[in-house]
């Protein structure tokens, strides 16, 4: 399974960005995908999560980002987008997309994206 991301780029504070990530391979099913941020020096952070459908595909979001980031997914096309609205300098770090996902023989794997630049700066 490989996810590749896209979408990053630099945008001005108050901006907008949607991120992309595209799940390829063999999958049988998708247990959660979603967004995590990091900046030099810092941990690894969540951003924003969906779960499959098994789970009502349920959303939570880091209290950072709440009212201004929307994580959805396309199941047709096993991609999830974050939209970021109202942009800040905060916001300005490497975003990875993430995927819990079943194989058709039952295992379960964690998958990562190569990561893309997103700067907020005016």
């Known amino acids: 399974v490989q996810l590749v991301e896209s979408g990053g780029g630099l945008v001005q504070p108050g901006g907008s960005l949607r991120l992309s990530c595209l799940a390829s391979?063999?999958?049988?099913?998708?247990?959660?995908m979603a967004w995590y941020r990091q900046t030099p020096g810092k941990q690894r952070e969540l951003v924003a999560m969906?779960?499959?459908?098994?789970?009502?595909?349920?959303?939570n979001y880091a209290d950072s980002v709440k009212g201004r980031f929307t994580i959805f997914r396309d199941r047709t096309k096993n991609t999830v987008y974050l939209q970021m609205n109202s942009l800040e300098p905060e916001d300005t770090a490497v975003y990875y997309c993430?995927?819990?996902?079943?194989?058709?023989?039952?295992?379960?794997?964690?998958?990562w994206g190569q990561g893309t630049q997103v700067t907020v700066s005016s």
């Open positions: 391979g063999t999958i049988f099913s998708i247990n959660h």
């Open positions: 993430n995927a819990d996902v079943e194989s058709y023989r039952g295992y379960e794997s964690e998958y």
């Open positions: 969906i779960l499959g459908e098994r789970y009502d595909s349920r959303t």
